[in-house]
């Protein structure tokens, strides 16, 4: 089958969202002939990748929004659309399914309605936002034959929603070959750390992430505290830590270092409010790093409170603090268990169920 790909963020952004398509596209190009439709930026096209004239969208950096004005002759030979955004490439996919007749799934990665305090706060026009992305999410849900969501938690809340088509829960999923235990001593040399105890979280600095958690807890922390990642967000919390000695921003890294990242550090910290999965969540239990996350969203779902690592209140600082004493004292157990745990989330099992899913579309 040839199956289109739209989406709204793609390389050279860095995201979950451009892995998963990632890494989705490179297996799933054994089984079929997979075509990407995305924003046009600093990036050159691979084979069957095609992208669109774009424009930054002014309240969120890194994210650009498409126009896809040829999308036709572009995907007039595709079997199946999959959708992974929300906006305007999302529109083009459901352009595309109806001009041609195909079937469409749409893959839920974000819940964007999290996110419209990037652009603005203020009364009534927040309101207003908010009830005009609200019906357009479901209309947009509605008219696709399947939904595949990473969580049972993000299932209900499309369903709380009023979305009434079939929502499969299929992880994400991670790369179980690449993610590891890898030694650590290259990357601590070259990053300078040295402390006995380190924790870190790496991502999307953005506010939904709430990294002012983990700052909030350096003088308490005997230790190294590392962030990596970059985002809109960033100057606000780098500003926040300026006083902090023992918090590292450590800029952006490559996939390579991003492993040797989660082998440097004992404990994964997430306090973020905004996940539909977590990824980097995965990735760190598959190196055998427990995570302590919010409880929030599908945090809830990702981490097995107790179990793969321990879940607090966002913003408490006292309870986060505990969480991880109790974290240091069970690691060696929680570590086997992420271990364990994580496996099911892979990406082969991801990858079988969705053929079954394209499958049962044609």
């Known amino acids: 089958m040839n199956i289109g790909i739209f989406t709204d963020t793609y390389f050279p952004q860095v995201n979950g969202v451009v892995y998963t398509i990632f890494e989705w596209k490179k297996r799933l190009q054994k089984f079929h002939d997979i075509y990407i439709y995305y924003p046009d930026s600093e ?16 309240f969120y950096k890194g994210y650009n929004i498409a126009f896809p004005t040829d999308i036709s002759e572009k995907a007039k030979n595709l079997d ?15 352009y595309v399914s109806r001009k041609f007749r195909l079937p469409k799934i749409l893959t839920y990665h974000t819940p964007a309605d999290d996110y419209i305090n990037y652009i603005t706060r203020k009364e009534p026009f927040r309101t207003t936002l908010m009830k005009l992305y609200n019906f357009w999410e479901k209309r947009l849900l509605n008219s696709c034959d399947i939904i595949t969501a990473p969580s049972k938690t993000i299932k209900n809340r499309l369903i709380e929603k009023g979305v009434d088509k079939d929502i499969i829960i299929l992880s994400n999923g991670v790369d179980l070959d690449f993610f590891h235990y890898t030694n650590p001593e290259r990357f601590k040399e070259k990053y300078g750390i040295n402390a006995e105890r380190v924790i870190g979280f790496c991502g999307r600095f953005g506010y939904e992430k709430h990294l002012e958690d983990i700052i909030g807890i350096a003088d308490d922390f005997d230790g190294d505290i590392i962030m990596a990642g970059k985002g809109p967000a960033q100057d606000y919390y780098m500003n926040m830590a300026r006083e902090k000695k023992n918090v590292r921003f450590l800029g952006f890294l490559s996939r390579e270092e991003l492993r040797e990242f989660y082998s440097s550090i004992d404990l994964f910290i997430f306090p973020s409010t905004a996940e539909t999965q977590g990824l980097v969540a995965l990735e760190s239990m598959a190196c ?52 364990k745990s994580v496996k099911r989330h892979s990406m082969d099992n991801t990858i079988k169920r969705l053929l079954e899913i394209y499958e049962s579309l044609v």
Not at 43 to 57: G, L
């Open 43 to 58: 990036y050159e096209p691979k084979k069957n990748e095609f992208p669109f004239r774009s424009y930054e969208f002014k």
């Open 80 to 94: 199946m659309v999959h959708i992974h955004g929300l906006f305007t490439m999302a529109m083009a996919g459901l």
């Open 288 to 339: 055998g790093v427990p995570v302590i996350g919010a409880n929030a969203l599908a945090l809830k779902d990702t981490i097995e409170d107790g179990k793969t690592g321990y879940l607090y209140e966002q913003g408490n600082i006292r309870e986060l603090k505990k969480m991880i004493d109790k974290a240091y004292k069970n690691r060696e157990v929680l570590s086997r268990n992420c271990l």
